[in-house]
């Protein structure tokens, strides 16, 4: 395919989340989320980075708001951080948090910037967590809660709502792992992490659904699995990853019961009445349908695939990702680039799950990016990341799936979690010690895609 004109109604933006880019944590009444305690906990993220001050875009949003603009964008993902709003998590609203997130969405409205608002994007509010967090039974409906806060004050403007962002990594790096907040070692109460999670989605969905004008759904990280050898136990251990982090969510949302593969995982810590799920929460699940009781769509957070190697002591996947062969491209993550995973990625989604409608929600690639050179930041490799899966998401396209939008990751060089601000995903630079914004090479390669709507 040499071009490719997008559907015209395509949306066109980039990706942020509120820890990652807002600074001022705890400014205007906030209460402290489980990153603010993470960051702020030694040993947790490198360099002992926090998001305190981040891009300081919760004072420079207007400013963020016209980047986005100059840029072309026709769309901006961001998340809300749910103890700007609900200090304590419950109970009381803080006026103030929520009048950021109005003007916010305000000013994109007035720009023709189609706003999607992700409710949760891993910054739980700390009292919510002295409380178990996401362990506990009543986590859904703490979330259904804040989210309908969220809804009252901002449907009228916001046409697309993500519930939950990457509820697998919420779930493994944060719960089993220890290297994402709230950073417990937690194997068995995993399962049921992953089960409140999803049914905090749905009770979300329930109340958008008794009052919400628009569309609402997921974001899930997903990649295609790949042995790293031809070997059997390679070969069936990239069968349990692809349940572990591509199925594991979306079947029981859209088919209605957990992967078999999950009880064989995750063995005696997964709950028996979980396999398969006795009561689906909102029947039915209906597969090859253009629309699901459970979703209005799926966000796609693509990046990479898996190489997949047998690994028996890894708990509780017994298996490992393994670096690919030294001569593919990866990025600073150590992450393949590998745009063909992006195609078959959604082939899989329609494949498995029916025409629901697909938003790529994240894609980026962080790189070591050249100093500015004539006012220029050649941020060429990740210019080729653009353009690859560009190119691959359209390929996809021609094949007739349902996608509506693509968020490149990200508008800003921002706090990547533990890696604090060493990796760098973003279409436009922030000077650390300025937070002046110069958008590098990416950016405006990715304008003129805008502009002419294609590749
Ligand atoms: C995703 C996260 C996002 C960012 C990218 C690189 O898993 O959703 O916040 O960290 O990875």
Known sequence: MSSYHFPANFLWGAATSAYQIEGDPLADGAGASIWHRFAHTPGRVANGDTGDRACGHYRRW????????????????FSVAWGRVLPDGRGAVNQRGLDFYRRLVDALVERGITPMLTLYHWDLPAALQDRGGWRNPDSPAWFADYAQVLFHALDDRVPLWVTINEP?????????????????????????????????????????????????????????????SAALADQMAAQRRDAFINRWFLDLLLLGSYPPEMAEIFGAAWPEE??????????????????????????????????????????????????????????????????????????????????????????????????????????AQRVDYLRSHLHAAALALAQGVDLRGYFAWSL????????????????????????????????????????????
Request: glycine share 8%.
């Open 62 to 77: 207007a400013e963020d708001v016209a980047l986005l603009a100059e840029l072309g964008m026709t769309a901006y993902r």
């Open 412 to 455: 800003l060089d921002n706090f990547e979690w533990a890696h604090g601000y060493a990796q760098r995903f973003g279409l436009v630079q922030v000077d650390p010690l300025t937070l002046v914004r110069t958008p590098k090479r990416s950016a405006s390669v990715y304008r003129d895609v805008i502009r002419r709507g294609g590749i």
């Open 274 to 379: 979980f396999t398969p799920i006795s009561n689906p929460p909102n029947p039915p699940f209906s597969k090859g349908g253009e629309s699901s009781p459970t979703t209005d769509f799926i966000g796609v957070n693509y990046y990479s695939r898996g190489l997949v190697q047998a690994e028996p002591t890894v708990r509780p996947l017994g298996a490992r990702r393994v670096s690919p062969a030294a001569e593919v491209p990866i990025t600073t993550m150590g992450w393949e680039v590998y745009p063909a995973g992006l195609t078959a990625t959604l082939l899989w989604l329609r494949e498995r799950y029916g025409a629901l409608p697909l938003y790529i929600t994240e894609n980026g690639a962080a790189f070591a990016d050249p100093p500015a050179a004539h006012g220029v930041i050649d941020d």
């Open 168 to 228: 697998w990594v919420v779930t493994i790096p944060g719960h089993v792992d220890g290297e994402l907040a709230p950073g417990l070692r937690d194997l068995d109460a995993a399962p049921r992490v992953a089960h409140h999670l999803l049914l905090a989605h749905l009770a979300a969905v329930a109340a958008y659904r008794a009052s919400g004008r628009h569309q609402i759904g997921i974001a899930v990280n997903l990649e295609p699995q790949h042995p790293a």
